[in-house]
C-alpha cells in the first residue's frame, strides 16, 4: 500500500488555488506522483477542496486516463489497433504476460515493477506492432523483442 504524503498533496491544491474547477489537473498531479490515484489522496483533496469524495471518484472514474489501482514502475502499453492487430499484437502481449508473470485480471506483478495495459490504439500504426515502456515506443514488436525487453528492464532492477 501506498504511502500518502500530505505535504505534497497540500502543494498540489496551494499550486491550484483550492479550487473545485482544478480537480482535474490536480488528479493529473496526484497520479504523476503515485502512477494511480490512491484513495487516501482522494480523500484527502475532496475534503480540502470542499467537495464530496464521491464528486472527485465520480471524475477520476469517468475519464480512462485515471487508475484507482496501482500500478508497476514499469507501465506496458501494448497496442491492439487495427494495424498491430494484424501483425500479431496478440503474440505480443502474451509474451509480455508469460515474462512478467501477470494475467489480463492483474494490475501489477508481485514484484511491483510491471503493469501491462490493451490500448486501442497508440498512434504508430507504421511501427507495428508496438508497445509503450513509460511511454517510450518500441516499434516492430516480436514475441522474442517483448521477451528480451522484459528481461532487460529485469535485470536493469536487479530482479
Known sequence: MTK??????????????YSKSSSIAIMQAIQGEYRYLPVEALNYAAEKLGMSAAALYGVATFYENFSMNEKGKYIIKCCNGTACHVRKSDD????????????????MSADGLFTIERVACLGACGLAPVCTVNDVVHPAMTPEKARRLIAELKEAEGV
Open 92 to 107: 505480443v502481449q502474451e509474451a509480455l504476460y508469460d515474462a512478467t508473470g501477470l494475467t489480463p485480471k492483474d494490475h
Open 4 to 17: 500518502v504524503d500530505y505535504g505534497f498533496i497540500d502543494s498540489v491544491l496551494e499550486q491550484n488555488n
